[in-house]
């Protein structure tokens, strides 16, 4: 008698102390893996893929070292979509192998510079082509976080790829807000991620995500990015953008002289495609969100005033102002212009706009996507999630976001008790999902929780949608 999908298997099934198993989570910018049990994630890779074509077909290229490097016609692509879905299983599931296989796993390669007699050359041809057959996590089950809101297909797609193409021996699918309320102690928690393509709010409550109050905004560090091209290309004189790669050498100027460096020039053969560029201007655009941009602490908005009437933009010009050097040497103390990059994430009605960038719709502020997040849950458990509102992603370390995010949360609701957890450590607001399934992954009592390859051989991908709620 076969035993029901929505039944988890017995501890004897699947299960033991001495299991490795990996966990994996991937994003828009970055994939990270690692060893369940572990703090960190060991294998931190760009989800960006680098494509060469040439007369003979084209070569994928993964990880920092070669998506970073100007090669003639190197076009960049990348195969989640904005809103952290998978868009091109194919090339996510070599991507996500060679995370696992260059870091974490040996992958098996011939060693070329072995000279063997023909007997020897016959066994050892015997031996890689039967190594070659060997599926490359065969010993480790996989835990893989995903969205609140991924689809059906999706979610099936994931066990198949570990169970087929792998050889997972077991497999889980944990929803990535559960997991970061998990990395912080929280069984309920209103988990606000701020990632680089998107911000989601996800009410988990007793360890599940509230379906119906799953939002998100589009509003996030790419977001903030675009912002930084707009005030740069409307700054008087215009602020250059030009990426390390096209600078070979530099001399020093004063603040806001133009630059006097010499820049590297490339003939339409060798040139690198146009999205090899964006890439380029957005690893120093992050540079620049990293050590300048700032969230204005609130409490009115920034282009409001205070109490006093004094309004917020001049009380910015009075502060010390931070200076930021681009890579051909041109450099500027940038003093209230810090702020505006990050107000539309708040205010929609003060993002730098033109003709091709029209205004955020004001459902898309960060401030109205909470409101609508609670309003979707039980009215009896908002105050609880009110209390345990846990902030994680790469784009909340900008410098006055937890700040500002509490004033606005204490102005939409000054009646409950407003408590945000953000982690002071960067790698663990950063990596907060991954942490969440590492501590999931290796708890002794969650081994009778994996799916095995036994049980999906005999249901199917489908068991994912009712074993993985």
Known sequence: MAQSSAIPPSNTEYGGD??????LDPGYSCTRTGFAGEDVPKSVVPSYYGTIRSDSGSKTLFGDNSIHNPLPGISIGNPMAKDGTVEDWDTATSLWEYAITSRLTNPRHGNPLVKLDLKDQEMYDDMTAAES?????EENPLLMTETGWNAGKGREKGIEIAMENWGCPAFWLARSGVCAAFAAGKPSALVIDVGASSI???PVHDGTILRKGVVRTPLAGN?????LRLLFSTSTPRIPLTPHYLVTSKTPVDAGAPAMATYRTFTPETAPDPTFTRLQEERLLTEFKESVVQVWPGPTRFSSHTSNGVPNEEIAKTQPGRPFEMPDGWNQMFGADRYRA????FDVKAAITNDLSPAPPHSQSLPDIIKHSLNAVDVDIRPHLLANVVVTGGASLMQGFTDRL???LVALYPGPRVRI????NMYE????SWIGGSILASLGTFHQMWISKKEYDEHGAGIVEKRCK
Do not use: C, H, W
Request: hydrophobic content about 35%.
């Open 429 to 432: 607001r950063k990596y907060a």
């Open 342 to 345: 990050t107000e539309g994430i």
């Open 223 to 227: 977001f903030v990015s675009d912002q």
């Open 421 to 424: 957890s953000a982690a002071g």
């Open 406 to 408: 509490n004033q606005e």
């Open 133 to 137: 057959q060997e599926k490359p996590l």
């Open 18 to 23: 001495e299991i490795s198993a990996l966990v």
């Open 200 to 202: 989601s709010v996800t």
